[in-house]
């Protein structure tokens, strides 16, 4: 039984650290990260101008899915070095799903004010969620394009994360269809945010009772995995 990442990483022929493609998977999740900021940045933005509390329910999301991703880059690099990476990538959902928690009662309770008392929204909030839509669908493209020796425990959690990142921003267009046509069914927005906090929270719960996937492949690296 092996005792570090190294010895467990059958592509490495030197054995020297500076060989490892575990390198790839760092920078991965540092790239989905500066998309889900600059996502963020617009969504935000899109949402204080056109009204909509969802949208910027939607960008509070996305921001953590951001630092979700910063967390998963420096579980990835400390993996290297961890003899348990097991419980690292444990250690660090958990951390990432306990902000994520908070963020939901947040935006739940923003959307159930936004039932009672209703506010308008402008018609573009629709077109910065189908950008926001396309964004999403290209992390998803990216993700997926991850080296089959990386999807772990954390990869795994990071595609659910952006599968919901998808279905918030789709919930988001079609209540903007609706508001467009309906005028005065604005309460939409409100509940659209609160059915946004609800699917975080149920989300973020599952990592938080310590839900876990089994992904190893023998075929495959999965970095630091104990053989």
């Known amino acids: 039984m ?25 920078s991965h999740y540092l790239k989905l990260a500066m998309w889900s900021f600059g996502l963020f940045l617009f969504e935000f933005l899109g949402g204080l101008f056109s009204g909509s509390v969802a949208l910027v329910s939607d960008s509070l999301h996305v921001l953590l899915d951001g630092t979700e991703n ?8 400390l993996a290297r070095k961890n003899a348990d990476e097991k419980k690292l990538r444990s250690i660090g959902g958990k951390i990432s799903a306990s902000l ?3 963020a939901a009662g947040v935006i739940m309770h923003e959307g159930y004010e936004r039932i009672i008392t209703p506010h308008h929204v402008e018609w573009y909030m629709t077109i910065v969620a189908i950008i926001g839509l396309a964004v ?3 992390q998803i493209k990216l993700h997926q394009g ?14 659910w994360h952006l599968i919901s990142d998808t279905a918030a921003s789709v919930a988001v267009i079609i209540g903007g269809g609706v508001m467009l046509i309906l005028n005065d069914w604005y309460w939409i ?8 906090g609800l699917l975080i929270a149920t989300f973020t719960s599952a990592k938080l009772l310590g839900f876990e996937v089994h992904t190893h492949d023998h075929g495959h690296h999965d970095c630091g995995h104990k053989h």
């Open 146 to 159: 991850a080296h089959k020796e990386h999807h772990n425990q954390t990869h795994f959690w990071q595609n």
């Open 2 to 26: 092996v005792q570090n990442h190294l010895g467990a990483c059958p592509q490495l022929v030197t054995g020297l650290a500076k060989d490892c493609s575990c390198d790839k998977e760092v």
């Open 100 to 102: 994520l928690f908070v």
């Open 70 to 77: 910063i967390i998963s880059a420096i579980v990835s690099k």
């Open 189 to 196: 927005d409100g509940a659209l945010s609160l059915a946004i």
């Open 136 to 138: 999403n669908l290209w």
